[in-house]
């Protein structure tokens, strides 16, 4: 067991996953089935290993979504609590927007978009052992350009907040995760829009506050986009990424209870077979995600693509890089490249689109 952290936890939910349109139609981005279990679940069984077992989530969209499947916390191990955002508030706002329930003297923060294998003891411990008002969490990447990087001094102190520039200083970028002084959230504004990224943290560092970084470079992936969504929970079913909460044996796929797979299929590279859901004879499913009771017909390929539940694939179809949603159906000897995405119960009829001729 271990040690309590003497920390609240704020997750952060309130986001539409435009970007993960359209299967964010039907759930919230952070309750999408991911390695066979809601994203938030992972986040959630490392926030509880960390120690940490208070937990306010700040939710908007869908916001009943996440209390009737977590309720009160207890069956995972938490207390959690629910905080809704009447209007969007950014993230700083958010943040200030679950202060009431805030008990401890530091607060993590994080994003529900992000998955993660930082040290979070780590991470609260470099907060009080040097005493910041405000601890980020950096993370190293190769292509920093991307994104927002955040310079430090030789002590680890953020000297300040730079947009996304075509040659960054550093390749450390904000990674997502904050520790707050209980203090500093409640010296946020409240009743408006306030973004950490270019308010508060800038704000706090004008003001001679102390902001600390913890550096970083263990797995980190934000899953906002389907490319990134579907790598995500490949990597969860590999063990590549950090979880207790895998429905199954670490492996190179992940087949959930009531699925079927035919004895010549293949399904490989970290692949999640829903349940209920069936691969069809001579079927190849690689680096893929089906939710439940989705249909893969015999002889079809599906490569990096997200099907919704129930979606169904015709035999001899070719998906590369692709997003149905739920119940969409792709008809047999159809292909579909990469970007494509077919809403919710649509029905392309066999043969009706192709992104190269006829063989």
């Not at 040690?3 to 309750?31: C, F, H, N, Y």
């Not at 329930?101 to 978009?113: E, P, S, T």
């Not at 089906?290 to 070719?318: H, K, M, P, Q, T």
């Amino acid at each position: 067991m271990t040690a309590e952290l003497g920390v609240d936890a704020v997750v952060l939910v309130g986001g539409q996953g435009t970007r993960l349109r359209p299967l964010t139609l039907s759930a919230p981005k952070p309750m999408l089935p991911t390695a066979g279990t809601p994203f938030l679940s992972h986040l959630l069984s490392r926030i509880r290993e960390a120690g940490i077992t208070h937990v306010v989530m700040g939710t908007s969209y869908r916001a009943e979504v996440f209390q009737e499947y977590f309720g009160d916390g207890a069956a995972f191990g938490l207390e959690m609590e629910y905080v809704v955002e009447e209007e969007p508030l950014d993230t700083g706002g958010a943040i200030r927007n679950v202060y009431d329930k805030l008990r401890a003297d530091d607060a993590v923060i994080f994003n529900g978009d992000i998955l993660s294998g930082a040290d979070l003891g780590e991470l609260v411990r470099t907060h009080r052992d040097s005493n910041a008002d405000v601890t980020l969490h950096l993370q190293r990447v190769e292509d920093p350009s991307r994104f927002g990087s955040v310079p430090t001094d030789a002590d680890g102190r953020v000297l300040q907040f730079l947009e996304k520039t075509p040659n960054p200083p550093t390749d450390q970028i904000n990674a997502g995760c904050y520790v707050f002084r209980r203090s500093v959230i409640e010296s946020i504004p409240t009743g408006r829009r306030v973004s950490v990224e270019r308010e508060t943290f800038p704000s706090l560092l004008a003001a001679g506050a102390h902001v600390q970084a913890f550096v970083d470079d263990s797995y980190w992936l934000d899953v906002g986009k389907p490319e990134a969504f579907v790598l995500g929970s490949c990597d969860l079913v590999r063990g590549i990424a950090p979880t207790s909460a895998l429905p199954g044996p670490v492996g190179e796929a992940l087949v959930l209870e009531g699925a079927s797979v035919a004895e010549d299929a293949t399904v490989s590279g970290g692949s999640t077979i829903g349940a209920g859901a069936s691969v069809g004879s001579g079927a190849t499913v690689t680096g893929s995600v089906l939710f439940d009771g989705a249909f893969v017909g015999e002889n079809s390929i599906v490569e990096r693509s997200v099907l919704g539940a129930g979606a169904r694939v015709g035999a001899g179809a070719v998906l590369r890089g692709v997003v149905l949603g739920d119940g969409a159906s792709v008809g047999a000897g159809c292909e579909l490249l990469d970007g494509a995405r077919v809403w919710p119960k649509m029905e392309l009829p066999d043969g009706s689109v192709r992104f190269s001729s006829d063989a």
